[in-house]
C-alpha cells in the first residue's frame, strides 16, 4: 500500500461541510483526504444568503476560496473520484475505500459529506426551471425575489405552514395544490384573510422563460404566471449505498441518523450537512462539519492512548 494511500481521515464529498471539516482536521495536523467528484447540490444556484460574511455571494466562488485556503494546509489532499465501495477490516479497525478510477483508500475515519439529491415533482416542462424559478428554501432567495409574484406548491399539508412563511415576502401570492384537497376550512380562511389565492386545479404543465418568469397552466385552461414557484423537494441521499453498505440508519426523515456530534450508528463514521440535517443550509452544513471534525480530532487523541 502506498503510504500516501493511508490517511486518519477520509471525506467523502468536498462541498460545504467536507471542506469545512477538512479545513478544521487540516487546521489540527491531521492526515485529511478529501474524495470529491464536483457535483454540489447548488452548482446552477446564482447566489447565496444568509451566509455571514458573504451574502449573496455566488456558491462556486466561495467553494473555490475555501479550496484555496485548505490547499495552503499541508494535511490534507483532494483526490478528484468517486467511492463505488467501502470495506471494513476489522482486524485493525481501518476502512479501505475502493475509488472508481482504481485508487485504494486507508482510512482509521470516514465522513460522509456526500449531500442529497432533489427530485423534482412529475409535472410536464419544469425541469429548465430548477433553480432558477423553482425555489427550495425561502431563506436562501426569498430576499431577491421579494414583491415580486410568487407561488407555493405542494400536495400535502405542509402548504399551509410553508404559505404562512413565505407570504410575507410578497403581497402577491398564491398556493398551488395540482388536485390536492387537503386544507381545511379554517386554514383556507386565513390564507385568504392575508390575500393568498388558494389554486386547487389539476397542473397540465408550466412553460415560460427560465430565469424570468413560469408560467403554470392549469387543466381547466387558466394560465398563472409567477417570477417563481417555491416547492419543499423530495429528495434521495446521493450515496445510499455507501450508507447501506456501512451499515447506516436512516431517520423518519430519510437522514443519516446522527447524535450530536454527527457520529453515525456505525463506529468511526460521521455523517455532515445535507445528509444528516434537517435544516439543510449552508451555514448549517458548514457549522456540522467543524463539530464533526473537532470531535473526530479528540477522538483520534483518546484512540491513541487507550491502546
Known amino acids: 500500500m502506498n503510504l500516501e ?54 456558491p462556486m466562488d466561495f467553494l473555490h476560496q475555501a479550496k484555496r485556503d485548505i490547499n495552503t494546509l499541508h494535511y490534507v489532499r ?3 473520484d468517486v467511492v463505488e465501495t467501502v470495506t471494513l477490516n476489522s482486524e485493525c479497525n481501518e476502512f479501505s475505500l475502493h475509488l472508481k478510477k482504481g485508487q485504494t483508500i486507508v482510512s482509521k475515519k470516514i465522513i460522509l459529506a456526500t449531500g442529497v439529491l432533489d427530485v423534482l415533482p412529475s409535472i410536464s416542462g419544469i425541469e429548465p426551471f430548477w433553480p432558477y424559478n423553482i425555489f427550495q428554501c425561502p431563506y436562501c432567495i ?22 404562512l412563511i413565505i407570504h410575507k415576502w410578497t403581497k402577491d401570492f398564491i398556493v398551488l395544490t395540482d388536485g390536492s384537497q387537503f386544507l381545511s376550512e379554517e386554514q383556507m380562511k386565513q390564507l385568504n384573510q392575508l ?37 419543499h423537494l423530495k429528495f434521495h441521499q446521493r ?3 455507501i450508507m447501506d453498505e456501512l451499515g447506516c440508519e436512516y431517520t423518519e426523515d430519510r437522514l443519516v441518523k446522527v447524535d450530536e456530534f454527527f457520529r453515525t450508528t456505525v463506529n468511526h463514521v460521521y455523517a455532515i450537512g445535507d445528509a444528516a440535517l434537517k435544516i439543510q443550509k449552508l451555514s448549517t452544513a458548514i457549522a456540522s462539519g467543524t463539530v464533526a471534525a473537532i470531535a473526530i480530532d479528540r477522538e483520534l487523541t483518546m484512540d491513541k492512548f487507550d491502546r
Open 5 to 58: 494511500n493511508k490517511t486518519e481521515v477520509t471525506i467523502i464529498g468536498g462541498s460545504y461541510s467536507g471542506l469545512s471539516a477538512a479545513l478544521a482536521l487540516g487546521n489540527s495536523l491531521r492526515r485529511t483526504i478529501v474524495i470529491d467528484a464536483g457535483t454540489p447540490r447548488n452548482a446552477l444556484a446564482d447566489e447565496a444568503l444568509n451566509l455571514l460574511g458573504n451574502n449573496r455571494v455566488h
Open 78 to 80: 483532494f483526490i478528484n
Open 142 to 163: 426569498g430576499y431577491t425575489v421579494r414583491d415580486q409574484p410568487l407561488a407555493v406548491y405542494s400536495t400535502e399539508e405542509e402548504v399551509y405552514t410553508l404559505a
Open 195 to 231: 390575500g393568498v389565492k388558494i389554486f386547487s386545479q389539476k397542473i397540465s404543465h408550466v412553460s415560460g422563460r427560465p430565469h424570468e418568469t413560469i408560467i403554470t397552466h392549469l387543466e381547466d385552461g387558466q394560465r398563472i404566471e409567477r417570477r417563481g414557484i417555491f416547492m
Open 239 to 241: 450515496a445510499k449505498h
